[in-house]
Structure formats: structure tokens, C-alpha cells
């Protein structure tokens, strides 16, 4: 007979399958166990560390290769890498960009970077991510296509993208999104930045959009110390984002001009040194994760009262951050729970407050955001590094 | 006696002065002789290589200590230094920001992410900065002081700031700057990207202004790869810039409440960690490239027709970059020096097209500048690294 979760339960299921040698259980910690020392000796034996050297265009290779996207575009981290993916998509400012509200606050402040408007849409609590059927009704109630541009209604102002987040690694609804896209003539663009590894019908998410971004944190399922990337089968968005990202310098041979208002975005050759090693354990540090998240999901099933989230069916995720949900019943031990873990040294948290509650957000647009106020509620991440499994 | 300066004669100086058994000299490039692969060893070893992890915090205790500033913050690199000074010396969209035309478009940048208007001026041919009694001439005829703000009477706009950039190490007139900005109510925001190591009547440049930025990028006198930093002695300041950096996260054991719009700026702990041994290295860096610049300005001494940049009295230089500026009648051979010393694998280039003759500046208010029209044609940059000295 099951048991019904409890803190000290719960609790358990954690110390067993995340039991660890250190006295402190790391929500995601990288895992360096290949060529990482190498390459980054390498640099530093030859002097090149910063702007110049060989790593930068082996790493946006491999990530092309990866991802199989035309063009990647290494930059200092995810949040630089969804400013410029704005900028090349034309979004303008005073343009609104849907954006789900359920996701950490760098989509938000890239729109706002961009002189855009985010406007905060609901999540389905299937995958974590935009629920393309309420954004479709919701579109029809409050948008209005003109020519190839969609408006507000309500605020005048021109709608020009969505940015679909792929929540802990688990992909959003694509094939509903980019029927959304089309039949509202919204540019998609993907914050992939949880979701390097994950696949939707087969294809690597962050190869859906017109553009996309890829993160290399230092709790991400690989990293580059801080990094990200831009991705995108567009030749000529692709140039333009490598050019905006070095600071729109037109080439010579020592002329400095510039023909745009640039940014100092590009990615450091000693970081791209760590990601190409890190990239080269990616399918390894794939199999680990996926182990991970069975022997989570097979030890919550003895209990009742809350769900282990799960990929969806034609749907490949990199469970990057393992997710458990809390029955309507039992929500109240949310907070138990974590104060508990944390104060045992096994981190857990609760998903981010939802950006439309923030203080700073309160006046931009919004749906009312049911689905993600109870996710909100119910939600814990557990540990998920790869370093778990040996 | 003097030989005249030729094309010959100036290649032959830097062949004999910028010897290396590598084929190609660089302009500057990065100097590993300490503790770099060590401290990024044990970055590796223990998995902290990004936004935790202790190297941050040491790289900033050692860039107050070095520079005497209250306050230090790490950021990715010297652009996002400077847009974080801006923010939060108080630049508002719309206000004007004092630059010289003679920079790094990095300065004007900055001011434009802020919303801020560039204004450009005029520099002097003893400091390669901005020329204060120019400065100050010309704010007498275009501005008006109302209250505790200056306006510009021609564009309507407050001018909020200025920001001296010590060129190639050299410092600026800082005495006459301050004077200046107490004058006209300016607040005083110092490039000081290239000038770690240098100092104006003892006190570190970086460390006049009410905040600062410096910049770690590879071609600097220490490296962190892509890098910079934040000084300030305000503390209020120094705090606020650390929590715009950091994604204006308020600190909570696991909630994600931001409280205002907030940048990833900050410095990953690999690169922090180069940045701890490549300080420790910095006085013998300074003194190799202090006896580089000897070695040059004696050899050119020799010639007729062109000057070796020196520093001013009652300053000392980190001799970043060295110059050499030909005379008028000799201008002509500039390019034809910069073809053939590149050509011939010696790293050498023109100072940067001056700011508000670039296309994309063009609208912006500015000075004549006719000392940095002068300075822009007869200016060259030769191999600076402080490895040319064994």
C-alpha cells in the first residue's frame, strides 16, 4: 500500500538517491570529466585567453553540429544571447513579446533591454511552458492582425514575437506555438537556455524559432564558467548577430569603424575552451540526468499525493532540473519541505515567482495566469546533477 | 647627427626594440608567468567555475587594495562596467554624457544603453584625454547652470556626466576635469579601461571619479579573458552596482524576487581566478612595460620628425599602448608604416576613427575637435606587451 508524502518521507526518497561524500547537496553542480583541464592549459599556454584564438569557432561548430542549426553565435551568457536574438529579429521598442510568466527573469529583461514590452501569457501544466490553446483564444479576444503584423487591441501597440522558455529541460508545446506564430504573424524566438540536449518531434529545441538561446551557466547542463549562444538556420540573421556581438566593427586590417551600435558580448576563448570539453561530454552527462530522473520517478511512485514531472510523449527532454509537484492537498508542505532540505544541506527550491506578480512588472499586459499561480504552489526542484549518478 | 624618420628606419626600430622568435609580434598580448594555471586548476578541481566560488570576492579585495577604492565589482567586461557606472551615477535617458571623440567606441556605447546621448569632445595633444580648459571654455558658451544641473542651451538637454578615458595609459587632466565638474555640477565617471597601474599625483586613476570602470579584456595589462570591474568609493554605490549586476536578486535562502531591472554581469569565478594571479603579477608587469617604453623613446630619440608619446608630470603611466606621433610634414608616412610593419607580421594601428565622425554618431552634438582631427592622422600604436621584455 502507498504511503500518503510527508516531509520526513519525502525527505528520505532525497537522502537516498541524492546521497553525496560532501556535506552539501548542490541543486545542479557541473561535472568536469573529460577534456576540460586540457583545453583550458591550452590557452593559457599559448596566451589566448580573451577575443582571439581557436576555441570560439570550435565551440559555435560543435554547437551547430549538436543542435543542427545553420549558426551559432557564442556570447557572454543566455540573458546577451536573448537581447541580440530581439534585436535580429526585428523586435522594435515599444513592440510587446509574449513571454510566459512562469520563467526566470532574464526573458523578461531581455525584452526590456530591447525597448520592448513583455507581456506575461499562461503555462500548461503538462509541459511547464506557454499553453498554446489559452494564447490562441487569447490572441483571438484580444489581438488583431493587420497586413503581416498583429496589435493590441487594448494597448495599440504592434505584438511582434513569443518566446516559448522550455522549462527545467522539458519542451514546450512547439507544433501548437508555431501555429500560434503563423496564424498571428508572431516571429518565434526559443529561450532554449534550460533545454541543451532536449528534442521536440526529433529536433533539437532551439531549432524551431527563427532564433534561439542557449545558456552555459554554471548550473546549467553544461557550462562555459558564465556563457551562452545565439542559435539560428538564418545565414544573414546569423551574420548580423555575430557582427552585433562584437561591436559592429566592419573588417580591416587595423581601421577601427563601426557601422551599428554594437555590444562587447562575444565569448571569452578560455570559456569556449571549457565548453568545447564540456559539449564532448554532453551525451554522457545526457544519460546520467535520464538515469536520474527514472530512479526519482520510480521511488516518488510509492508515494501519494504528488506527481515526478515527466517528458511528454514525442517530446526527448534533458531533464536538467529534476521537478515534483504537490496534489492540491498537499501543497501546504512546500515550504516544510524546503526549509527542511536546505537546513540538511540538500538544496531544493520552488520555481520562480511568477514574473507578472513582480513589483517591477505590474503594469505590463497579462493573462490572469491560473495554471501558473498553481504550479507556483505545488512545485519543489530536487537535486539534479549528473555527478549523482556514477 | 638625426636621421629624419623614414618607413626603413621606424621598421628597423621595432624589429630591433619588438624582437620575438615567434613570426608575429602582437600589439599587446597577455603575460602568464604566475599562479594563473593553479588558481584555475583548482576552479576546475572543485566545479566552481562560475557565479559561486571564493575568486570573485579575492579579485575584488585585490582590485580595492591595488586601487584604493572602497568598493570593487567584477563584471564580464569593461563595456558593462561602464553601463552599470552610468545607471547608477544617476544618467537618465535623454540626459548628455561629456566623452572624448578620441576612444573606444566602448564609451560611447555604454551612454547609449543608458538612453543617454553622447556629446563628444575635444582632447589634448599632452594627454591624448580631454582637454579641460577646452572643456570648460565650451561649456561656458553651450551650457547654463539652473539649480544643481547644467543644461544645454542649444539642445535643451541636462548634461548629467562626464567621462575621461585614459588613453593608452595615459592619465587625463584629472585636476582640471574636477574642476570642471564642480563647476558645471557634473558628476565625474572615469574610463579607466586602460589604465590599471596608472596614477595622477599618487592616487590611482579610477579612484578620482564618484565611480569607475576598468577593463580585463585579453589586450590589457592583465587579463581575466573577457572581463572589467566597477570602483567606487561610495559605498551606496558600490552596493547598488553589485545588485544591478547580479540580476537585482534581494537575497532569499531559495525565493526569486527581483527588485528592479537587473543585468548577468558578473564575472564568472574562472575568469576571476586568472584575474587573482594576473594581479599578483601586475608590478612586474608594470615595471617590464615602463622599461619597454625607455627602450622605445631612447631608439626614437634618434629620429627626426616624430615624438614617442611620454607620460605628464606628476603622473605616472602604465604604458599600455605606446605611441609615436609624426610631425606634420611626416603624416604621410603613417599608412605606409602600417602597411609595411603588418605586413611584416609587427602588429601596429592607427588610433581609433574619432567617435563623432562615425555614421551611426553623426546626429549627436559635439565639439570641433580639431587637436584629435590632428592627433587621429599622425598617431601609431606599436607593440606594447610587457613579454618583449625578457
Known amino acids: 500500500m502507498k504511503q500518503v508524502v510527508s516531509v520526513d518521507n519525502f525527505v528520505s526518497i532525497l537522502k537516498q538517491i541524492a546521497s ?32 582571439v584564438g581557436k576555441y570560439v569557432d570550435r565551440f559555435e561548430e560543435m554547437l551547430q553540429e549538436f543542435t543542427g542549426v545553420k549558426r551559432a553565435v557564442a556570447v557572454v551568457n543566455g540573458t546577451a544571447a536573448l537581447h541580440i536574438c530581439l534585436k535580429v529579429a526585428g523586435v522594435e521598442p515599444e513592440d510587446e513579446v509574449l513571454i510566459p510568466t512562469l520563467t526566470f527573469i532574464a526573458t523578461a529583461n531581455a525584452v526590456v533591454y530591447s525597448g520592448a514590452i513583455p507581456h506575461f501569457v499562461d503555462v500548461s501544466d503538462r509541459t511547464l511552458g506557454i499553453d498554446s490553446h489559452k494564447l490562441e483564444d487569447y490572441l ?5 492582425v493587420r497586413g503581416r503584423n498583429c496589435y493590441n487591441r487594448i494597448t495599440g501597440r504592434r505584438i ?20 500560434v506564430c503563423e496564424r498571428f504573424q508572431l516571429e518565434l524566438i526559443e529561450d532554449a537556455a ?36 545565439i542559435l539560428t538556420n538564418d545565414e544573414a540573421l546569423g551574420q548580423l548577430a555575430k557582427h552585433l556581438t562584437t561591436t559592429a566593427k566592419k573588417p580591416h586590417k587595423w581601421e577601427y569603424e563601426h ?24 551525451p554522457t552527462l545526457l544519460k546520467k540526468k535520464r538515469k536520474l530522473a527514472h530512479l526519482y520517478r520510480e521511488a516518488f511512485s510509492k508515494l501519494d499525493g504528488l506527481s515526478f514531472f515527466w517528458e511528454q510523449p514525442n ?22 519541505i524546503l526549509e527542511k532540505t536546505n537546513a540538511e544541506g540538500i538544496m531544493t527550491r520552488p520555481a520562480w515567482k511568477l514574473l507578472h506578480t513582480l513589483q517591477i512588472f505590474k503594469e505590463y499586459p497579462s493573462m490572469k495566469n491560473d495554471t501558473a499561480k498553481e504550479i507556483e504552489k505545488k512545485l519543489i526542484n530536487i537535486p539534479s546533477s549528473a555527478g549523482l549518478i556514477s
Open 315 to 336: 517530446t526527448s527532454s534533458n531533464f536538467w532540473l529534476n521537478a515534483v509537484l504537490l496534489e492540491r492537498d498537499y501543497v501546504d508542505l512546500r515550504d516544510t
Open 20 to 51: 553525496s561524500d560532501k556535506d552539501f547537496v548542490a541543486l545542479h553542480e557541473p561535472c568536469f570529466q573529460g577534456n576540460e583541464w586540457a583545453y583550458v592549459k591550452e590557452c593559457l599556454d599559448t596566451g589566448w585567453v580573451s577575443s
Open 140 to 144: 483571438r479576444e484580444i489581438s488583431e
Open 259 to 282: 557601422d551599428q551600435i554594437g555590444y562587447n558580448y562575444r565569448m571569452p576563448n578560455i570559456n569556449a575552451a571549457l565548453g568545447c570539453a564540456q559539449l564532448e561530454q554532453l
Open 194 to 229: 534550460e533545454s541543451l540536449g532536449s528534442y521536440y518531434k526529433g529536433r533539437h529545441t532551439g531549432n524551431w524559432g527563427r532564433v534561439s538561446a542557449l545558456s552555459f551557466n554554471g548550473n546549467k547542463i553544461i557550462t562555459t564558467g558564465g556563457g551562452g549562444a
Open 160 to 179: 511582434k514575437a513569443v518566446i516559448p522558455m522550455h522549462t527545467f529541460g522539458h519542451p514546450s508545446d512547439l507544433d501548437g506555438i508555431v501555429s
